[in-house]
């Protein structure tokens, strides 16, 4: 299977062999002829699967077969957070190298006025987080009477963040006759209900079964006591001191500290969290693309659009409080029939949240004690046993650094942080289905 059998544009074939890209991902294959023949699609579509050439380059090909008015929006794409939505618009421009299609991005933690003067300028496609577009909206200063392709890109991480009513009301604004495409990591019902309500007789692609990872990713566990995990920690990013490494925190505040106690030891890391102004967000990613830094500390909303080539490692300082998050985090790496390594710090009252983690993989992951970090209490795995309730004890005898500071117990976190506002409004129409799994074009 090529580009050229899928019915691309010269314009697109072009621009994907210049970067390099021949055969088609299944995501891409199955999901572009039908977005080209106006269909509605529903797709079950993980990070790293190859999803964004999946719906980018067929709406580009759409934008220039119709005739062109005057320029306010004629496509939209919805995603749940800055990160996500400038990589989406990098990936778009790349695409459109040869043809005359222009972009935006418009989302929070920056100021509306130089976006506002790009949508005054006109563009065709704009690329936002819900929040934002509320703004603007509500300032009259975007028209979304033009639309005539609309893009909801990780629809599930948006309804985890809260943003349905924002969804509602922004739909709600969108002109009926439309095409509409919804890519989220899984069908669960909410997803479901979410394609009844906005989108018209879908083509539902799945590809890949649900919560499915990578198989070249190695799975590890190493327990340890909660008081030494940031030495464990230290230990582990010490074997190779060059390798990039993405490092998930359950807090913000915990990626923060962790930086902080990463640079103290001489490791070039950086945080990137909701907190983060954009400026420092954009610079945090830009520095560990380009190996200035080699740590990047990240929750697990801002890591949501962090596409980086070959990634080698990612490491779970702290288990996600949901299973299905932990198929998000390790999927940056392993991608493209790459090898990729996921490294999980495990504490003793964390041993609930791995076997969730294993329950949904259903697969075991390789459990082993890094010498000098044993745990006092080994980790509790059987299906029958209560999930621990109380801090693990002080570590016996010598793991590490007496000066380490004491790690806290997980807190649970309610929602998760994004570019969201608390709207109301009133939901739409149609239905249709796709999904995919490994990568070549993002």
Do not use: W
Not at 126 to 131: L, Q, R, Y
Not at 196 to 223: G, K, M, R, Y
Not at 388 to 406: D, F, L
């Amino acid at each position: 299977m090529s580009f050229e059998s899928l019915g691309l544009a010269p314009a697109l074939l072009r621009a994907l062999a210049e970067q390099g890209y021949s055969a088609p991902t299944p995501i891409q294959t199955e999901a572009i002829p039908a977005v080209l023949a106006g269909r509605d699609v529903l797709a079950a579509a993980q990070t790293g699967t190859g999803k964004t050439a999946a719906f980018a380059l067929p709406l580009l090909q759409r934008l220039g077969e119709s005739a062109r008015g005057p320029r306010k929006p004629r496509a939209l794409v919805l995603t749940p957070t800055r990160e996500l939505t400038a990589q989406v618009n990098d990936n778009l421009r790349s695409y459109a190298k040869y043809l005359n299609c222009s972009s935006t991005v418009i989302f929070g933690g920056v100021g509306m006025g130089n976006q506002v003067q790009a949508l005054r300028r006109g563009v065709d496609v704009v690329i936002a987080t819900p929040g934002r577009l509320i703004d603007h909206m509500q300032q009259r200063t975007i028209d979304l009477s033009g639309i005539e392709l609309l893009v909801l890109d990780e629809a599930d991480r948006m309804l985890d963040m809260g943003f349905l009513p924002a969804l509602k009301r922004v739909i709600q604004a969108l002109p009926k006759q439309r095409q509409t495409l919804l890519f989220s990591a899984t069908f669960a019902p909410p997803i479901k209900a979410l394609a009844l309500d906005f989108l018209i007789d879908p083509v539902e692609i799945s590809v890949a079964p649900p919560n499915t990872v990578n198989t070249t990713i190695s799975h590890h566990v190493h327990p340890v006591d909660a008081a030494v995990k940031r030495d464990l920690l230290l230990h582990v990013l010490s074997q190779d001191s060059r390798r990039q490494t993405l490092v998930f925190s359950r807090t913000k505040h915990g990626a923060d500290k962790l930086v902080k106690f990463l640079e103290a030891a001489g490791v070039r890391s950086a945080a990137i969290h909701g907190n983060k102004s954009q400026n420092a967000r954009t610079r945090a990613l830009a520095d560990f693309k380009s190996a200035r830094t080699t740590v990047l500390v990240a929750t697990d909303i801002a890591a949501r659009g962090i596409d980086i080539d070959q990634l080698p490692v990612v490491i779970n300082f702290d288990l996600p409080m949901v299973a299905e998050d932990y198929v998000h985090r390790i999927g940056r790496t392993g991608r493209a029939g790459a090898e990729g390594l996921a490294i999980s710090l495990v504490s003793h009252d964390e041993s609930g949240l791995l076997r969730d983690i294993r329950r949904l993989l259903k697969q075991d992951i390789a459990i082993t004690n890094v010498e000098g970090f044993e745990p006092s209490e080994p980790l509790r795995l059987d299906a029958g046993a209560p999930r621990p309730q109380q801090r693990p004890q002080q570590p016996r005898g010598q793991r590490g650094p007496r000066n380490a500071p004491a790690g806290g117990k997980p807190r649970p976190h309610g929602t998760h942080q994004g570019n969201g506002r608390g709207h109301t409004g009133n939901g739409s129409r149609r239905g249709n289905q796709a999904a995919g799994n490994r990568s070549h074009v993002d």
